[in-house]
């Protein structure tokens, strides 16, 4: 059974600081995605990482993807405000569905 | 506009009472999902289906039935047996098992079911 993790859970930085979130999976997979959820809201793509060493990065945002270690990061450089928001990561499950961490809560705190 | 159409953004159920939620997508996608979302908590898979005429269980699937008849149209149906149904529903679909695929899941911007 495919499992994915996230840590940390809850996140609460200060606006201008750097963090790192990590998503770990159990089993073999070159398909990555991030994705945000503001509150009461859907889920929104970031990013989509499709083999071993892919890097993408949107803003503030950078994700990377390490499929022998199974392994993604999603850092956040110089955090603001608006990047609070819930952040997902999900795995491909071999073509059929797809499985969620259990998502990071973020808060940029002023 | 391309995208993926849940209605009603907000549902009231009565007890024992079976309710229906639409989701419709315009995007050509073969692959279509329904997920459940409790306050604070992640996603957890309640049906799945790869194509028209096709659906699976997903993890949480007991309480629920859906049908997938057209390719745009995936409905779920939320019956009296699933005793908690209260949380917010989300509806997805992605290009599916092609050579190359596995896009990301495109999701609709989901269904509020709450119990009264």
């Known amino acids: 059974e495919l499992k994915v993790e996230q840590n940390p859970l809850f996140l609460s930085m200060q606006e201008g600081k750097n963090y790192t979130i990590y998503c770990n999976y159990s089993?073999?997979?070159?398909?990555l995605y991030w994705y945000r959820q503001d509150p009461g809201k859907s889920l929104e793509s970031l990013f989509v990482l499709l083999s071993n060493g892919a890097v993408k990065q949107e803003g503030r945002l950078m994700a990377s993807l390490d499929t022998k270690a199974r392994l993604s990061t999603l850092h956040i450089t110089a955090a603001v405000h608006d990047l609070s928001a819930t952040y997902f990561c999900?795995?491909?499950?071999?073509?059929?569905?797809?499985?969620f961490g259990p998502g990071t809560r973020l808060s940029v705190l002023p | 506009d391309g995208g993926i159409t849940q209605s009603p953004k907000y549902l009231f159920r009565k007890e024992g009472q079976n309710v229906t939620l639409s989701c419709e997508q315009n995007?050509?996608?073969?692959?279509m999902y329904w997920y459940r979302q409790d306050p604070g908590q992640g996603l957890r898979l309640i049906y799945y289906s790869q194509i028209v005429n096709d659906f699976q269980k997903g993890d949480i699937a007991e309480g629920y039935s859906v049908s997938r008849e057209k390719k745009e149209s995936f409905p779920l149906t939320v019956t009296s047996a699933q005793k908690n149904p209260t949380a917010f529903y989300l509806c997805?679909?992605?290009?599916?098992?092609?050579?190359?695929?596995?896009?990301?899941?495109?999701f609709g911007q989901g269904t509020r079911l709450t119990v009264v």
């Open positions: 999900a795995v491909n499950n071999y073509g059929q569905n797809f499985v």
């Open positions: 089993t073999t997979s070159d398909r």
């Open positions: 995007l050509n996608h073969d692959a």
């Open positions: 997805a679909s992605s290009i599916g098992r092609h050579i190359g695929g596995y896009t990301e899941a495109f």
